[in-house]
């Protein structure tokens, strides 16, 4: 973030909650009991994985597009899509892949076949895998959307660490026409703090937290795939592939 570019900020005058407070959850709880349960429902996100012109394929580079060639050329492949070409046939498994392929789980818990499709299909293809850890560029408006059919012409930005880093006060209007860099992990808050967005470290979902029927109507208006949370999803909901919980839904069922 560019220094000076927002307003520091130290708490959320409305309704005098401690917005440093609202970071990324606990791993070891359910996410829908984060910040003392103040939420109604939870949302998550997937990342869509990057549909890109020929030219900007795999096989044509062998890198990455850059955040300005995602925006200015991508397109959301979503997962069910991929889900369907290569065989992993719910939320869970396709997650364990992407976590396999870039090793962020112990080995017991990676499925090296499920990432070798996944890379297979990748490869033959002109789409790359979302990103991880941030806010994704594809995602960026749908974000700043939500704000504004809350009626908020500003959000919160409480970063990674906010003991370290300071909370700001962003204008959307900036973030939108790209005046200002937008945050690339943390939380996004609504400044009278009834919903937020937050995303974490190897993550290929962003969280969305508020009231149900606000998340229904930004979910379906933007076409957000994800699915809400049930009482026992965890942030490492990968393992659900194992039979750890419910989270097995399969691609025709998936929210788009």
């Not at 700001?168 to 009278?192: C, H, M, W, Y």
Request: hydrophobic share 40%; net charge negative.
């Amino acid at each position: 973030m560019h220094p000076g570019a927002f307003e520091a900020i130290r708490f959320c005058y409305p309704c005098l909650v401690q917005v440093e407070s609202l970071v990324y959850p606990p791993y070891d709880a359910p996410l829908i009991e984060a910040y003392g349960g103040r939420f109604e429902s939870l949302y998550v996100i997937l990342h869509p994985f990057v549909g890109v012109p020929g030219h900007l394929a795999w096989k044509a580079t062998k890198k990455y597009p850059s955040d300005e060639q995602i925006v200015s050329l991508g397109a959301k492949c979503a997962w069910a899509h991929v889900a369907a070409q290569t065989g992993l046939s719910t939320l869970a498994k396709l997650n364990q892949a992407l976590l396999t392929s870039i090793r962020s789980l112990k080995d017991e818990f990676c499925d090296f076949p499920a990432s070798d499709a996944l890379n297979d299909f990748l490869e033959s293809t002109s789409a790359w895998m979302p990103g991880e850890g941030r806010f994704e560029p594809l995602l960026q408006d749908d974000f700043l959307a939500a704000f504004e059919a809350a009626g908020h012409e500003e959000l919160i930005f409480v970063p990674e660490f906010p003991t370290i880093d300071p909370v700001q006060r962003v204008n959307i209007r900036k973030l939108a026409t790209r005046e200002v860099p937008f945050p690339s992990r943390g939380s996004l808050v609504a400044p009278d703090t009834s919903f937020l967005l937050t995303v974490d470290w190897d993550s290929f979902f962003t969280l969305f937290y508020g009231p149900h029927e606000f998340l229904t109507q930004v979910a379906s208006q933007r076409q957000l795939e994800g699915f809400f949370a049930t009482p026992t999803t965890e942030h490492r909901w990968f393992n659900y592939s194992l039979g750890c919980s419910i989270v097995t839904v399969s691609p025709e069922a998936w929210t788009t």
